[in-house]
Every structure is written in C-alpha cells, then in structure tokens.
Nanobody
Framework: QVQLVESGGGLVQAGGSLGLSCAAS????????MAWFRQTPGKEREFVAT????????SYADSVKGRSTISRDNAKNTVYLQMNSLKPEDTAVYYC?????????????????WGQGTQVTVSS
C-alpha cells in the first residue's frame, strides 16, 4: 500500500507558473509508473502527464504539452509537475496517481493508487 499526498496548488494569475509535488509514503515508488490527472466539477478525470519508473519516458496531454514538465526524484519518493504559462482552463483539482505494475497509460483505470488532490485555480 502506498499513500500519495499532493501539495503546491494554489491561486495564480494567467500566465504564471506553479509546481506541484506528490510525496509517496508507505513504500517506495521507485518501480511505479506515475501520473498526474485533473478534474473539474461535473467532468471526468482528465489525463495530464505520466512518467515511467526511471523518468526516462514521459507523455503529456495535448492541452498541457509544451507548458508542463513531469519529473521524479526516486531518492525522495516524490513526483513533480511544473506548469508554466497557466491558463484559466487549467483550473482543476490535480491528482497524483501510481501504478506499480507497469505503464498506466492515459486513463484513470490504469492507476491503482491516488492522492486526495490539490486545487489549482488560475485567474484571468
């Protein structure tokens, strides 16, 4: 069992930047695929980015590609999401997720463990 705790959310103006962190505890996530998703009220959870166990492979949703960077520090058992040039449509609750059995892909069903989420609000 792994516990994931997101942090770093907040209120930012359009065009600004935010860095999210996802700290894992309970066991190491060294071999887990990790991802970030986001969700707004009334909508399905949306894929943002994923990273493989080593950090050598990443994938992004078209909506954030070029503006966001997912990374991980396995020594710190932590995954990060750096978001730049933020837009009001980036406003959402951002969730960290892990899959211990391999690549999770871009669908929520591909991930076993989830954090509680952190709110990101981008004002226009």
């Amino acid at each position: 069992q792994v516990q994931l705790v997101e942090s770093g959310g907040g209120l930012v103006q359009a065009g600004g930047s935010l860095g999210l962190s996802c700290a894992a505890s309970g066991r190491t996530i060294t071999t887990d695929a990790m991802a970030w998703f986001r969700q707004t009220p009334g909508k399905e959870r949306e894929f943002v980015a994923t990273i493989n166990w080593s950090g050598g492979s990443t994938s992004y949703a078209d909506s954030v590609k070029g503006r966001s960077t997912i990374s991980r520090d396995n020594a710190k058992n932590t995954v990060y999401l750096q978001m730049n040039s933020l837009k009001p449509e980036d406003t959402a609750v951002y969730y960290c997720a892990s899959n211990p059995t391999g690549p999770g892909g871009s669908r929520p069903i591909g991930y076993r463990y989830w954090g509680q989420g952190t709110q990101v609000t981008v004002s226009s």
